[in-house]
């Protein structure tokens, strides 16, 4: 019997549904919203739409507050947490993504998604406008009811968003795509930036704030936006771990006081070229010679590994964290195998924020993930392995090569020592408060952020957008008046 059961899948996903902030806006309002769609009601669209929307914080900094409206998101939440509400001038909100795609799925049906909202077809073309046109509407009542000054989603080319991002720029409101998806291997570079310029339309919104030059580039490249509307100002998320590693340098840092190894499970799909569709199948095929480009003898032998670990070294924690969708669940099933039963030892977590399983580990072990980067600006232990699909010709260039900031484990023997090695050394009872060169190197090359103010660059280029908007409307009303102030009492 498999350690995670479909029906728990399906369980996780209820729950979390649930539980998520503002989803329980979307689905109590999910029947009205699609009647104001499809019946051309944009006020009642926009007053259900500021109904589901919370407040994440106040303005800490004395004056006028900027508020931001941002569309959450796994990583993006992050980002923004530790950018414009660390900042202290912004008030921000929170509208579920979900309410967007109730009113989009109004107008599109299953006919668009991410990947393919740019198609040569008169009926879906007619079919965007029309969707923008209403939500011309919906802002039109939606901007003053919430006096937005800005906001803020997480990845440029969300098809829900596309037209809302025109309809607020429309009315002079700067969106702001905070791109978190940018960890793009040499192997896959060419593959993204023809997806984006083929599937994808050029961005809606004002401006796209990068992890690395490297998205950056593709970006360019592809045409989703002029250079100078694109910026690598780095992954904001790196900046608490940056913070923590100064203030706890030389401090014990571990969890409970044992040996601990964290190993980030990982998917045969992790990293490789791939196109998410809607529908059962989730996914597009691709060409057979990218169909071959998969880890799926690496994701294995590195949960074999991981067990085997566990089994030798029983006074190491060893710590299997994974994701919660299913593709993570399969590939945690596929490396636990059948009736599985963990050694004492051993602990297996799905989901959930990792930040204090990451400072508080000895070592971590993954790929293709940002987790290894947070790591490197906790001044954590990275051990990458380097063998099966990672050695091999065809595969190797898609993956994230962390040059000497990691240790390289060159089979799954060797991974399993060198882990030993690190947890059984303790470095978490007193790490450094300066990282490595390589370190540097690797944070630089990949997020951008080697410094810990990644947060500061992405709030800088927000507020910017801010105060000409504000400048804008003050000169628009300044021409209005006729030049002259009115006067408050």
């Known amino acids: 019997m498999s350690l995670i059961s479909g029906f728990q899948?399906?369980?996780?996903?209820?729950?979390?549904?649930?539980?998520?902030?503002?989803?329980?806006?979307?689905?109590?309002?999910?029947?009205?919203?699609?009647?104001?769609?499809?019946?051309?009601?944009?006020r009642l669209a926009a007053w259900l739409l500021a109904w589901q929307v919370q407040t994440v914080c106040e303005a800490t900094v004395p004056g006028k507050p900027a508020v931001a409206l941002t569309l959450p998101k796994s990583g993006f939440a992050e980002d923004v947490q530790n950018s414009i509400v660390r900042d202290g001038r912004f008030k921000v909100l929170r509208l579920h993504r979900k309410a967007l795609k109730v009113i989009a799925n109004c107008f599109f049906g299953a006919l668009v998604d991410d990947n393919n909202y740019r198609q040569d077809d008169a009926a879906i073309t007619a079919r965007k406008m029309a969707y923008r046109d209403f939500m011309i509407g919906v802002c039109r009542h939606l901007i003053p009811r919430l006096e937005l000054d800005v906001a803020m989603t997480a990845n440029f080319s969300f098809y829900a968003e596309q037209e809302f991002a025109a309809a607020l720029d429309h009315f002079g409101v700067p969106v702001v795509a905070m791109h978190k998806e940018c960890m793009k291997t040499p192997g896959v570079e060419g593959f993204y930036e023809?997806?984006?310029?083929?599937?994808?339309?050029?961005?809606?919104?004002?401006?796209?704030?990068?992890?690395?030059?490297?998205?950056?580039?593709?970006?360019?490249?592809?045409?989703?936006?002029?250079?100078?509307?694109?910026?690598?100002?780095?992954?904001?998320?790196?900046?608490?771990?940056?913070?923590?590693?100064?203030?706890?340098?030389?401090?014990?840092?571990?969890?409970?006081?044992?040996?601990?190894?964290?190993?980030m499970s990982f998917n045969e799909k992790t990293g490789c070229p791939v196109l998410g569709r809607r529908g059962d199948d989730r996914f597009e095929a691709l060409d057979p010679e990218l169909e071959k480009i998969n880890w799926a003898n690496l994701a294995r032998n590195c949960h074999g590994a991981m067990i085997r670990l566990a089994q030798?070294?029983?006074?190491?924690?060893?710590?299997?964290?994974?994701?919660?969708?299913?593709?993570?669940?399969?590939?945690?099933?596929?490396?636990?195998?059948?009736?599985?039963?963990?050694?004492?030892?051993?602990?297996v977590l799905v989901g959930g924020n990792s930040f204090d399983l990451i400072v508080g580990?000895?070592?971590?072990?993954?790929?293709?993930?940002?987790?290894?980067?947070?790591?490197?600006?906790?001044?954590?232990?990275?051990?990458?392995?380097?063998?099966?699909?990672?050695?091999?010709?065809l595969t190797a260039p898609y993956m994230v090569d962390l040059g000497?900031?990691?240790?390289?484990?060159?089979?799954?023997?060797?991974?399993?020592?060198?882990?030993?090695?690190?947890?059984?050394?303790?470095?978490?009872?007193?790490?450094?408060?300066?990282?490595?060169?390589?370190?540097?190197?690797?944070l630089d090359q990949w997020v951008n952020n080697s410094d810990g103010k990644a947060g500061e660059r992405v709030s800088?280029?927000?507020?910017?957008?801010?105060?000409?908007?504000?400048?804008?409307?003050?000169?628009?009303?300044?021409?209005?008046?006729?030049?002259?102030?009115p006067v408050s009492g």
Request: glycine share 6%; charged share 25%; aromatic share 6%.
């Open 9 to 42: 899948i399906v369980r996780r996903r209820i729950v979390g549904m649930a539980t998520k902030p503002g989803m329980f806006g979307v689905m109590s309002s999910k029947i009205l919203l699609e009647f104001a769609a499809r019946h051309n009601f944009p």
């Open 312 to 347: 030798k070294y029983p006074q190491i924690h060893v710590i299997i964290k994974a994701k919660n969708h299913v593709l993570a669940m399969e590939a945690l099933n596929a490396g636990l195998g059948e009736n599985f039963e963990p050694p004492e030892n051993l602990e």
């Open 404 to 442: 000497e900031a990691a240790g390289r484990a060159d089979s799954a023997d060797e991974l399993v020592t060198m882990m030993a090695e690190k947890a059984l050394a303790r470095p978490a009872k007193s790490r450094g408060a300066e990282l490595s060169e390589a370190a540097c190197l690797a």
């Open 460 to 485: 800088r280029v927000i507020m910017d957008l801010v105060e000409e908007r504000r400048q804008k409307l003050a000169a628009k009303e300044s021409t209005r008046t006729g030049g002259v102030q």
């Open 361 to 393: 580990c000895d070592v971590i072990c993954g790929i293709n993930s940002g987790s290894l980067f947070e790591s490197l600006a906790a001044n954590v232990d990275v051990v990458s392995p380097h063998f099966d699909e990672a050695a091999a010709p």
């Open 194 to 263: 023809k997806t984006y310029r083929e599937r994808k339309m050029p961005f809606r919104g004002r401006m796209i704030t990068t992890y690395n030059e490297i998205e950056r580039r593709i970006e360019i490249n592809a045409g989703v936006a002029p250079a100078d509307h694109i910026v690598a100002t780095g992954a904001p998320r790196l900046d608490r771990f940056h913070q923590w590693r100064r203030e706890h340098a030389g401090q014990d840092q571990s969890l409970d006081g044992r040996p601990t190894v964290l190993f």
